[in-house]
């Protein structure tokens, strides 16, 4: 489905009975909706699930950046406004995360509750990491260098060895990803900053962090966690940044319990 919003065309999908309470599910950067597969089929026997492939990436329009955080989660309200959606649940993860905490604070009355998942409330401090990703996607394009950077970050050393076919499924979603989408996100990311703004959020929140993952730490996670008021925190042990795809039931495990709790059941 198509959406014609905010001067570009979003490309989305709706799954589940259209009287079942709305989820929505952000995507991590250089990948698409479909990353969400597996959780969407845990959650189409109770919710109606929306996925959006965000600006720049997958189906969707990819404008030259730089792009802005808060003109990217606008986006995401645009959305719910084209659907008729007054108000929902919302699980974003790494860069989804990053427009869940925006929505949070600026956008609270559109929500019952946010997850988030892999991410941070500050990256200003690896500017020199994000600088980096730029060149080499300007100069080279989504090269096989910035494949394999991704895959080790985004998997545990356990699943990259074990997991083959996940393998080849992220790195063709990162090879896809339009270059004009990657940098502009990562100019979007590079100036995020909002850990003063946490204590502003008083929705329900629970923030789930791969036990090992290198790129969002559990310790950047704590950080969000002490800033929220009354937010939840879990880890999964011994998973990476994709800890929802490299280990589905244990990460379900962590989402439907909380979704169960704060939302209207039908």
Same mark, same amino acid.
């Given at each position: 489905?198509? +959406?014609? /919003? *905010? ?10 009975? =259209? ?10 950067? =250089?990948?698409?909706?479909? /990353? ?5 089929? =845990? ?9 959006? #492939? ?13 792009? !802005?955080?808060?003109?990217? =989660?606008? #986006? ?19 860069? @989804?995360?990053?427009? @869940?905490? %925006? ?26 990491? $994000?600088?980096?990703? %730029? ?11 910035? /494949? #394999? ?6 998997? +545990?050393? &356990? ?16 090879? #896809?990803?339009?270059? +004009?989408?990657? %940098?502009? $996100? ?6 995020? *900053? ?24 559990? &310790? ?11 937010? !939840? ?20 495990? &962590? ?7 704060? @939302?209207?059941?039908?």
């Amino acid at each position: 489905m198509k +959406a014609h /919003i *905010n001067g570009f065309t979003m490309n989305y999908e709706v799954s589940g009975n =259209a009287s079942a309470p709305p989820v929505l599910l952000h995507h991590p950067l =250089a990948t698409n909706l479909s /990353i969400w597969d597996e959780l969407t089929a =845990a959650l189409l026997p109770t919710y109606r699930v929306i996925r959006l #492939d965000a600006r720049g990436h997958g189906a969707s329009d990819a404008p030259k950046g730089p792009y !802005e955080m808060r003109s990217l =989660a606008s #986006d995401v309200v645009a959305l719910l406004d084209h659907l008729g959606i007054e108000k929902t649940r919302y699980l974003g993860l790494s860069m @989804g995360g990053f427009v @869940g905490q %925006i929505l949070g604070i600026e956008h609270a009355a559109r929500f019952h509750s946010l997850m988030l998942v892999s991410t941070s409330s500050n990256m200003t401090g690896a500017k020199e990491i $994000w600088d980096t990703r %730029i060149k080499t996607v300007s100069a080279d394009g989504m090269s096989k260098a910035v /494949i #394999d950077g991704s895959m080790q970050r985004w998997l +545990a050393p &356990e699943a990259l060895k074990t997991k083959p076919q996940l393998v080849a499924r992220l790195g063709k979603m990162v090879a #896809d990803t339009p270059p +004009a989408g990657f %940098i502009g $996100w990562c100019q979007a990311i590079v100036a995020f *900053n909002v850990t003063s703004q946490l204590k502003g959020i008083k929705l329900p929140v629970r923030i789930v962090a791969g036990g090992i993952d290198p790129a969002t730490t559990p &310790e950047m996670m704590q950080v969000m966690h002490r800033e929220i008021p009354g937010s !939840e925190y879990a880890e999964v042990p011994g998973t990476a940044h994709m800890l929802h795809v490299e280990e589905p039931a244990k990460f379900h495990a &962590e989402v439907l319990p909380f979704m169960a709790k704060h @939302g209207p059941k039908s």
